[in-house]
């Protein structure tokens, strides 16, 4: 089963330039995620996807967008990338976000390094 | 608003004993409370949750939890541990309602480590 596959699983990039990172469940899940992992700050959540067609801010947007593709799809843009974006990016899905006691399953995430 | 605290940045065991890692909760209403792990380069995986019911809660490779509404806690224990119990670990709880739906909340994590 390969659940939450993300891709590219390593990227350098330099300030300025535009990336987007790829997601995709199969899963069948309705919602997906995606976050941010920087040290001592947990995981921070970036934009999600309640359901097929719909977005919404998390708690750190500024500098990113996403589009929700299909309902295997979420991806993350990069418009114009910054130092301070420089994290491990990851994607989670869940069976139905209004589902709350559902777990969420997660990608093995994107190492962006921006210099 | 919600929020879960992990206060430990890091435990050390020895392999055989006991283990516990710290969780407490802040919410208003039921609480939804989660642990997830995470080993090198991968992603959480999830091991455990509480919703309802019973406080022990049992979950994958041997971990359990104890809920404790008194003390807002949630901690993770396992009776034996393992070297290969080494890993990053964090507590979750389920946010306020929001646009969509619920948003998990994640803990700032605390790493595990076990001496053989």
């Known amino acids: 089963n390969a659940g939450v596959t993300q891709t590219p699983k390593f990227q350098v990039l330099k300030t300025g330039q535009s990336m987007t990172l790829q997601c995709a469940q199969d899963m069948n899940h309705n919602s997906m995620y995606w976050y941010r992992q920087d040290p001592g700050m947990g995981l921070r959540l970036i934009y999600y996807s309640a359901s097929e067609g719909t977005t919404d801010k998390g708690e750190v947007p500024n500098g990113y967008n996403v589009s929700r593709l299909n309902k295997r799809e979420f991806s993350l843009r990069l418009e114009s990338a910054a130092p301070s974006q420089t994290s491990v990016y990851f994607c989670a899905s869940s069976v139905r976000q209004l589902y709350s006691n559902q777990p969420q399953h997660f990608g093995d995430g994107t190492r962006l390094s921006i210099l | 608003a919600q929020s879960v605290a992990q206060p430990e940045d890091q435990v050390n065991v020895a392999e055989g004993n006991p283990l516990t890692v710290k969780c407490t909760y802040s919410?208003?209403?039921?609480?939804?409370l989660f642990w997830y792990v995470q080993y090198p380069n991968r992603g959480l995986q999830f091991l455990l949750k509480y919703i309802t019911g019973d406080n022990l809660v049992k979950g994958s490779y041997g971990f359990e939890a104890e809920f404790n509404k008194s003390q807002t806690s949630f901690h993770l224990k396992k009776p034996s541990a393992l070297v290969s119990d080494s890993a990053l670990y964090f507590c979750?709880?389920?946010?306020?309602?929001?646009?969509?739906?619920?948003?998990?909340?994640f803990g700032a994590g605390t790493r595990l480590f076990v001496k053989a």
């Open positions: 979750a709880v389920r946010d306020t309602l929001v646009a969509g739906g619920f948003k998990t909340i």
């Open positions: 919410v208003s209403g039921n609480p939804y």
